[in-house]
């Protein structure tokens, strides 16, 4: 069973030594937001990405923040209350068991996500069932290597097991770009 994030450990999501390797709106840029985007955020945590994402997409834009996690979705949710940020809707859903609440998505993210899932074709074949083709997947992993931080290496995904993964689901051949020394961002589209 791969290894799933702690709750207890949240501190590491938000820090000042990830902000300074991976800023979370210029990673937005890369992976491909803009005004007007509704966002599905999965795993979204304590809203790393989703609270600058729904700056970004402004107030013609939405962002869905998905996470099994109801500790750090209430987390989330606190934050959002003392900013004034109103494009943001939390959802909690199972491990095991991926449920997005339907709307109408320009772009998904998975933002250190992937690994963690047991049943990776399943949860895949969950999210292209969201949907619609032409939609943009953004997926953040970390390298299959050593690396100063994440995972263990075994629970990481090798690019050709990603880009064999997100065929088999629905979604085009994705492109691989480093993000940091750490990870890889990909971006593909629902066929």
């Given amino acids: 069973m791969p290894h799933i994030f702690d709750p207890e450990d949240r501190h590491k999501l938000d820090n000042p030594q990830r902000r300074e390797a991976m800023p979370p709106e210029e990673t937005l840029v890369k992976a491909g937001i803009k005004p007007g985007d509704v966002i599905l955020d999965l795993g979204c945590g304590m809203g790393y990405f ?22 750090m979705l209430a987390e989330l949710r606190s934050k959002t209350a003392s900013t004034g940020i109103f494009n943001i809707q939390t959802f909690q859903t199972r491990i095991g068991k991926l449920e997005v609440p339907a709307a109408d998505y320009t772009l998904a993210l998975l933002a250190n996500v992937l690994h963690e899932v047991d049943d990776k074709k399943s949860f895949l074949a969950a999210l292209a069932a969201a949907l619609k083709p032409g939609t943009k997947l953004s997926i953040i992993e970390w390298k299959k290597a050593e690396t100063p931080a994440g995972p263990p290496v075994k629970e990481r995904l090798s690019e050709d097991e990603l880009q064999v993964l997100l065929k088999k689901a629905g979604f085009t051949e994705p492109a691989a770009s480093e993000l940091t020394p750490s990870s890889l961002l990909f971006t593909c589209l629902k066929k």
């Fill in 50 to 71: 989703a609270i600058p994402a729904s700056r970004m997409v402004g107030p013609r834009g939405m962002v869905y923040a998905v996470d099994a996690s109801g500790v």
